[in-house]
């Protein structure tokens, strides 16, 4: 069974830095896709980042590109996403998914990943 677990979120400052984690498990080689959706208040779901596993391929959206920085742990099956410089607009619940296959660039909204995590909440103040 696969499971994803998300770790890292919390409330900072504009202009100030977290990292998310993001753990899989169940996966029984690395030809899968992690990637980072979030969904703000009110607002449509954002593919932010996804990482291929298995040759460290990455899309970043525009939204977030230059800010924000997806790598990976293959040892510990666990993805990290740097986000720095936050703003205001960046507060949202954010998930983790996994897929077999890469997602287009720019990452669809509605992407049919096959696994998600619960989801993080981050909260960036003004």
């Known amino acids: 069974e696969v499971q994803l677990v998300e770790s890292g979120g919390g409330l900072v400052q504009a202009g100030g830095s977290l990292r998310l984690s993001c753990a899989a498990s169940?996966?029984?080689?690395?030809?899968?896709?992690v990637g980072w959706f979030r969904q703000a208040p009110g607002k449509e779901r954002e593919g932010v980042s996804c990482?291929?596993?298995?040759?460290?391929?990455?899309h970043v959206a525009d939204s977030v590109k230059g800010r924000f920085t997806l790598s990976s742990d293959n040892a510990k099956n666990t993805v990290y996403l740097q986000m720095n410089s936050l703003k205001p607009e960046d507060t949202a619940v954010y998930y983790c998914?996994?897929?077999?296959?890469?997602?287009?660039?720019?990452?669809?909204?509605?992407?049919?990943?096959?696994?998600w995590g619960q989801g993080t909440q981050v909260t960036v103040s003004s």
């Open positions: 998914a996994a897929d077999p296959y890469l997602p287009p660039t720019p990452i669809p909204a509605n992407y049919p990943m096959d696994y």
């Open positions: 169940g996966f029984t080689s690395d030809d899968y896709v």
């Open positions: 990482i291929s596993m298995s040759d460290g391929s990455t």
